[in-house]
Every structure is written in C-alpha cells, then in structure tokens.
C-alpha cells in the first residue's frame, strides 16, 4: 500500500471542481477506507459472477466485494444467494477454493454449518457434553447466519449490494443504460471460456476512469489505432447516465489508413503487417454499426464487447494502492465451434498480455507512482471542455468528469 | 543457436533437447525476441495458459499462437505497439524429463518433454518478483533439420500476475 507523503490537509479541492481531480484521490488512505463504506458497501450494486458458473444446486464460487470476502452459491433451482465468506462464530474465511460444490457451508475450525442460503443450521456442543458446557440457552440459530447481500440475477449476471437502499438493478443503470446492458446480456445463456487475473498496483478509480476515457485508447493502444480498431477518426460516441455514475465508449472498427486525424498519433504504424491476421478475425454480430460497447458500471465491473471478445472485468481494491482485475471472457452457449475460436483468439488483445491492455496496465501504474508524491497537486481532466454531457466523438473526458461529480457527492466532498 | 548445436545430426536425443531447451531459454534471456519464432515449426501450437483453465478444460489463454506466423505477430506487437516500463525477464527451467514419444498425425515422430519454470521480472527500483511459477508440456519434433516445438503449453499456477506479462515465456 502507498502511503502518501504528504497527506492531504482538509482534503481540499481544486476549484476548477469538474474539470481538475486532486491526486490524493489515489493515495489518501481515510479516503480509501470512506469509499469501501460510502461507495462498495453503500447504496451500489456490485458485480459478483455470471449465472452459468453455478450450473447445479450446491455450486458456489468465491469472490471479492470491496474487502469483503463472499461465496455465490446456487442455493436451490432458479436461485442464486450471496453471503459474506466469514463464519458468525469466530469470523474464520470458512470456503477457500475459488470453486465447489457442496450440500451446505462447513466452517473448518468449529465446524458450524450453514445451508447454502446462510441460515445457521448446525452448531456442534450447542447443548455442552455431558450436561457441561454448550452455548447458552437463548442462543437462536435463526439469528446467527451468514451475513447475506441483495442479490438480482440479470440476463445472466449476478449483482449484489451491501445496502437496503439500493435501488433495483434497472433503475440503478437507468433507462439509458438498460438499453447499453441488453444489447449484450439481451436473455441469451453465457458459457464461460476462462479466466484471466492479474494485480494491477494503482488506484481502483484508475480502471474506472481508463475505460471511461476514449481520448488515450487512440493513442497509448497503438495496435488499436493501426487496425483501426479504436481510432480518433471513426464515428464514435460517449455516453454517460444521469447521475454520471456510468459510462460506454461506443467505437465502430475502421481500416488500417493514414488520414489526418492520424498525423497527430506520433507511432501509428502504417506499414504494419501481420503476419497471421487471424487475431482480426471480425464478425459484426450485435444490431447497428457499432463494434465496441466498453460499458463501466460503477463502481465494479467493466463490461467488455470488443468486437467479438466479450468479457467481464472485475475490480477488487486492494488496499489505496492497488486491485485485482479478474477478467471473465464468455461466449454464448449457442455459439459455434468458429465463434467460440474467433474470441478466444482475440483474447490475445486483451488480459495481462494482451497486445492493447497490457498498455492499460502499465500505464496506470505509473500514473499511480506519479501520484505517491505529490498527493496535494491535481490532474488536468479538460479535455472536451468541462461539459458532463454525452458526446458523439472521443476527444472528452467527459465521462471521468461525470464518475468524479457523483464521487463527490456520495463522499460528501 | 550456438554453432555446436547446427552441426549436430538432428535425432530426438535427450542431450539434443536439452541443448534446445538452453538455446531456447538464452535466446528469450537476451530479450532476442525476433530469433524465438524459429524455435518452433510452421503449424506450432503455443499457449501460456492459467492452470484454472487448463484444469478446467477452458482454452482461453493468456497468450496464443496458433502458428510461427502469429508468434511473429507477437513479437511485432511488442516491439513496435506495446507501451510498457523498462525490465529484465530471466526464466528459471528445470531438466527437461521425457515423460512420452509419439508419432504425430503426419507420422512425424516427437517427444514430449515436462519441466518447471519459474519466471522472474526485475522493474527499475523494485525487488524482483516471480511472474509466473509454471510447468511446460512441450512436444519436440525434427523440422527442416534441427529440433523444433509443434507443440509449447506453458501452465501457470500463478493466481495473479503482477500486471503484466510483457514478454513470452
């Protein structure tokens, strides 16, 4: 964890309010630990896992919420519960493995065993031995459970949230947003291709805002802009919600061409050629004429659809400097045997080695070590003036503009 | 290649996969990146792959290639797209053990070979960090004379990597 130097006296913010952030934003540890409270275990739906990872009744898989450890866990047909991964006796992180299936949930060091919704259902020596001991006789199992979170099964992912305040998942995403989110998840069943998980040492924001800003994909993912997967030229689109919570950088793919808009890119490799071009493989597979829908969710989860790799990208702080990024990259259980090739060959775009998110990866980390020292300074967020409004091309921050004026308000800063 | 291992009589022996294998392992020390496409055959199979998904029988991989062409494409990305810090990348193998011999499809005899990896980064001012602790399952055939992998399956237990994995292992 980065501890700043100098922390951050009354945590003052720059009065350019929305179009500049201060860098303590990154580094301040009170901050961090405001946001697991205000934002990860407030009133935020959080991405947990997809439905067709728990195929049977008893399948459970670990995951991360905020700091919180919880299981998924198919709990009986057509349900999915979400409980905290920590037994009520002594806190004990009772399931290990990222995956498994069993009957109900043990604890290993007292072996308390819940069902597989979290009631409490079995407590060993409740009654003592031989008439000695056990717990005392007002103890209610009823009221000693796991702790278990909201949960909204949609279109094939699971959500969670910590808060009764929480609105429903629709209306969390909003209306806009709704449309955005079914384009993909439109009812269709998922099927897992694998995994990819890598711990990436900057702020979580950092992701958030990474993908929120279409600005540096032209640029920084040169193997983009070469393709003409993502360029600064293509007909392109921002959009945020009302709150300026979420966002989707919607991109069309173009060709690989020298226009004016390219003299800008100092590297753009014109004469760039592959060797193998299986990797740019593309099919258009979704209605309209869009081929990228980079849709974030606040606070957790990046929804991928790149052409055709599709993907969930979770977000687990680690701390105020640091998070783990576990990457989930599906298909549709009715794809063909091409389909489900074609995407995991352009897995190679993406991931910890992924010709253009590998870039991401790094490049946060170092805005992450420039940040450390110098938390009292702020960053230039201008780029598309200081409007927080949808655009129609990529040359904005607007959406990072948008995710810090709701940040503020839900931090009460 | 080291001129020793050129004039050799190309046969599957155990000293001449050994020799690959330290040829194999200097050429990516030495960050040589555009002489590791050679190491392996035309039609090559490489993968370096989390052991959650090989286990599971996923086939998506970290990194792919289904053919020298798309190593090829691998090394370009890298050298003249990819954005990433300075580093030193130095792999730790153990002996190659021949745990099977085979022929293939085309009746192109091989062996394959399993050995631990461990791989190691070095960032400017960091303590250096294990990458990946992996097991490869390689196959090795003769090919246009010398001694190449059709086949490269790096499985890694590393559950998180720590962020990037820049160069191939």
Known sequence: MNISVRPPEGRVWPADADAAVPYWVYTDPETYAEELRKIWYGPHWLYVGLECELPNVGDWKTTTLGEKPVVMVRSAEGEISVVENRCAHKGVKFCQARFGHSQELICPYHQWSYALNGDLQGVPFRRGVKRQGGMPADFDLSQNGLNRLRVEEVNGVVWA?????????????????????????????????????????????????????????????????????????????????????????????????????????????????????????????????????????????????????????????????????????????????????????????????????????EVLEMTQQGACGSPDEHFILQMGGREIAPTDHQVTETAVRGMYRYWRKVMGL | MSAETLTRPAAITRDAIRDLFDDYYATLDDVRLHDWPDFFTEDCLYRVIPRENYEAGYTLCTMQAESRGMLKDRVTGLTRTQMYAPRYYRRFPTAPRIVAEGEGPDAKPYVQVRHNLLLVQTLIDKTSDIVLSAVCHDKVVVDEGRLRFVERIVVFDSEMIPNSLVYPA
Request: net charge negative; with cysteine.
């Open chain 1, 161 to 361: 949230t910590f808060s009764d305040e929480t609105p429903a998942f629709r209306e969390y995403l909003g209306e806009k947003f709704w449309k955005h989110y079914t384009r993909v998840y439109d009812g269709r069943k998922l099927e897992v291709l694998g995994y990819n998980r890598q711990h990436i040492p900057a702020n979580w924001k950092q992701m958030q805002e990474n993908i929120k800003d279409p600005y540096h994909a032209g640029l920084l993912h040169v193997f983009f802009a070469t393709f003409g997967l993502f360029r600064a030229d293509q007909k392109s689109a921002v959009d945020i919600d009302d709150e300026g919570r979420h966002g989707i950088l919607i991109s069309r793919k173009g060709e690989q061409e020298k226009t004016e808009a390219m003299a800008d890119i100092r590297n753009f490799q014109g004469d760039l050629v592959l060797e193998d071009p299986r990797v740019m493989d593309v099919v258009q597979e979704f209605p309209g004429e869009e081929t990228v829908g980079m849709i974030t969710i606040f606070p957790s989860v990046i929804l991928q659809q790149q052409v055709n790799s599709l993907t969930t990208r979770q977000i687990v702080p680690k701390g105020v400097g640091g998070f783990d990024f576990h990457w989930t990259h599906w298909c549709y259980a009715d794809d063909t045997p091409e389909m489900r090739l074609r995407r995991t060959r352009q897995a190679n775009l993406f991931g910890p080695a992924g010709f253009v998110s590998a870039d991401d990866g």
